[in-house]
């Protein structure tokens, strides 16, 4: 990727116009009645700390033979709740390890990648919180046997790679690993799960963003920059986000219905159970990687078929759904959008979205630092990288696609061959660029609270189209599908400029402060 694009500060980005399958307003009876925030860049604030009021879901209880999470899949907080809350209430003592991190953290950090001092101030507050001081010193000095182990595990773990994909012996693949984390402090698993393994030549590993420290990074945001839990608490429920951008005219898909504990509840269950005839997309509310999302083929007589190939009327789509609220919690009925023509060579039907991570420096406007585009599996509803899906990175500067990664069922990243590569030596061109990059800098203004944010933006054959933001962009996926690491740039900037503004204007003092747990990732 070339240098970030950022639109010119006097010109407002163009707005798409209103469109029968973009806005709420323009489909008739079926529409839900959208409130309209309070006038101004963001609708009114949640009181910080503050969760979104929504029923609980009766959900179903686990069944017994339910196996244990895959190690490799399944990566561990920065931090427990509890251990962060006492974390930072150590760090609101000030002492020695007061303020923002020190030379020693910055030292031990590097100074490409100014994340990693503030992970490890945080593990090493983790620490104090579980142990004390005494065994947190006896826990540092013993850091590099734990590495070793996990170093070894992870080496006896890849044997199973193809000979093509790692050829080295397990004790070469574990002294390697070993070496990464002593030498650069990222973990183990960062060799996989980061793209370090397929990065390009001359590319430094102690330049990426580990796992760890931009979800610590991400934490210590959500809890310290002020207005960022209330703007991510909006961000997050996608009705509310749905609504303000409604108001604002950013283009975004409409919600037909939406369902809650067994029920209908918009449009109101006495509304005649009317639907568009065509193709619609239901997913949970607060869902994430693709969990629960169903595409709604119309058969073309009034009828829809879930994919389990028994056609239903609109009354049958809607029991559906109901049903699908008491395990998913809400679910969102949104029509289905269609492709650009030229994305078909990325797509067998199902609607390909790109993922636009934006930041926004203290003071500045946001601007756009990484963009891949997800394309399915074949057969697949979803785009979803955690779903099977493809990524290609993106140029900023052209909107041109790079080289294209996978992952296998441990997530574990590998290059795999373009679905572009028809296209040419330079890659296919995805359609109206200019505008995508916009309407994700468009909507970032909506949230300004929040430092960093990830848009999935659909490129539609009536242009792009806001389908959710994310407040937990996935910073691991941007740097292995393009190969540059996040450390020295503005993506990493923005958060230690954030925090450091944070801890400068007092952010620990006299306050109680909530733990702030990640969300899944998307």
């Given at each position: 990727m070339s240098r970030p694009f950022a639109p010119p500060r006097s010109a407002e980005p163009p707005v798409q116009a209103p469109s029968d399958q973009l806005h709420p307003r323009s489909v008739g009876a079926f529409a839900p009645p959208v409130p309209a925030p309070a006038p101004g860049p963001t609708a009114p604030p949640v009181p910080d700390g503050a969760a979104p009021s929504a029923p609980t879901p009766t959900a179903p209880a686990p069944s017994a033979g339910a196996r244990a999470p895959d190690p490799w899949r399944i990566l561990p907080q920065p931090c427990h709740p509890g251990e962060f809350e006492r974390a930072l209430a150590t760090w609101r003592q000030g002492r020695w390890l007061g303020g923002a991190p020190g030379p020693l953290f910055r030292l031990l950090g590097g100074r490409r990648a100014p994340l990693r001092a503030w992970h490890l101030k945080l593990t090493c507050l983790r620490a104090h919180a579980r142990w004390g001081w005494a065994r947190t010193l006896r826990w540092g000095v013993l850091t590099p046997?734990?590495?070793?182990?996990?170093?070894?595990?992870?080496?006896?773990?890849?044997?199973?790679?193809?000979?093509?994909?790692?050829?080295?012996?397990?004790?070469?693949?574990?002294?390697?690993?070993?070496?990464?984390?002593?030498?650069?402090?990222?973990?183990?698993?960062?060799?996989?799960?980061?793209?370090?393994?397929?990065?390009?030549?001359?590319?430094?590993?102690?330049?990426?963003?580990?796992?760890?420290?931009?979800?610590?990074?991400?934490?210590?945001?959500?809890?310290?920059?002020?207005?960022?839990?209330?703007?991510?608490?909006?961000?997050?429920?996608?009705?509310?986000?749905?609504?303000?951008?409604?108001?604002?005219?950013?283009?975004?898909?409409?919600?037909?219905?939406?369902?809650?504990?067994?029920?209908?509840?918009?449009?109101?269950?006495?509304?005649?159970?009317?639907?568009?005839?065509?193709?619609?997309?239901?997913?949970p509310a607060n869902g994430s990687a693709g969990r629960g999302a169903r595409r709604w083929r119309h058969l073309g007589d009034?009828?829809?078929?879930?994919?389990?190939?028994?056609?239903?009327?609109?009354?049958?789509?809607?029991?559906?759904?109901?049903?699908?609220?008491?395990?998913?919690?809400?679910?969102?009925?949104?029509?289905?959008?269609?492709?650009?023509?030229?994305?078909?060579?990325?797509?067998?039907?199902?609607?390909?979205?790109?993922?636009?991570?934006?930041?926004?420096?203290?003071?500045?406007?946001?601007?756009?630092?990484?963009?891949?585009?997800?394309?399915?599996?074949?057969?697949?509803?979803?785009?979803?990288?955690?779903?099977?899906?493809?990524?290609?990175?993106?140029?900023?500067?052209?909107?041109?696609?790079?080289?294209?990664?996978?992952?296998?069922?441990?997530?574990?990243?590998?290059?795999?061959?373009?679905?572009?590569?028809?296209?040419?030596?330079?890659?296919?061109?995805?359609?109206?660029?200019?505008?995508?990059?916009?309407?994700?800098?468009?909507?970032?203004?909506?949230?300004?609270?929040?430092?960093?944010?990830?848009?999935?933006?659909?490129?539609t054959d009536e242009g792009p189209v806001l389908t959710e933001g994310n407040t937990f962009p996935c910073a691991s996926l941007m740097q292995a599908a393009s190969g540059e690491p996040f450390g020295p740039g503005r993506f990493s900037s923005a958060l230690d400029a954030h925090l450091r503004r944070a801890l400068a204007a007092g952010a620990l003092r006299g306050r109680a402060l909530r733990p702030a747990t990640p969300p899944p990732r998307s």
């Open positions: 046997l734990r590495v070793a182990r996990e170093a070894w595990e992870l080496a006896r773990a890849g044997r199973e790679l193809p000979r093509a994909e790692d050829p080295l012996p397990a004790p070469v693949r574990a002294l390697r690993l070993w070496l990464l984390t002593m030498t650069t402090g990222l973990r183990p698993r960062d060799h996989y799960f980061t793209g370090l393994r397929v990065r390009p030549r001359g590319v430094r590993a102690g330049d990426f963003v580990g796992q760890y420290e931009w979800r610590s990074a991400y934490a210590l945001a959500s809890a310290l920059v002020p207005g960022a839990r209330a703007a991510r608490a909006q961000l997050s429920d996608k009705r509310r986000f749905e609504a303000l951008a409604h108001a604002h005219g950013v283009a975004h898909f409409r919600t037909l219905a939406e369902y809650r504990d067994g029920g209908r509840v918009v449009p109101p269950p006495s509304a005649a159970d009317e639907l568009p005839w065509r193709d619609l997309f239901s997913k009034g009828r829809w078929d879930g994919g389990d190939g028994s056609p239903v009327d609109a009354a049958g789509v809607h029991a559906a759904l109901a049903r699908q609220s008491l395990a998913d919690g809400p679910v969102l009925l949104q029509p289905c959008g269609r492709n650009h023509p030229a994305l078909a060579p990325l797509s067998d039907g199902a609607l390909c979205t790109v993922r636009v991570m934006t930041v926004r420096l203290p003071d500045a406007p946001p601007e756009p630092v990484g963009a891949v585009i997800r394309s399915p599996r074949p057969g697949a509803v979803v785009d979803n990288f955690d779903a099977g899906g493809l990524a290609s990175a993106v140029e900023l500067a052209t909107g041109r696609l790079g080289r294209t990664i996978r992952q296998d069922e441990r997530s574990r990243i590998f290059v795999a061959p373009s679905p572009h590569a028809g296209a040419g030596d330079a890659g296919l061109a995805l359609p109206d660029w200019p505008a995508c990059l916009a309407l994700a800098v468009r909507a970032h203004a909506l949230v300004p609270a929040l430092p960093v944010a990830g848009w999935d933006v659909a490129l």
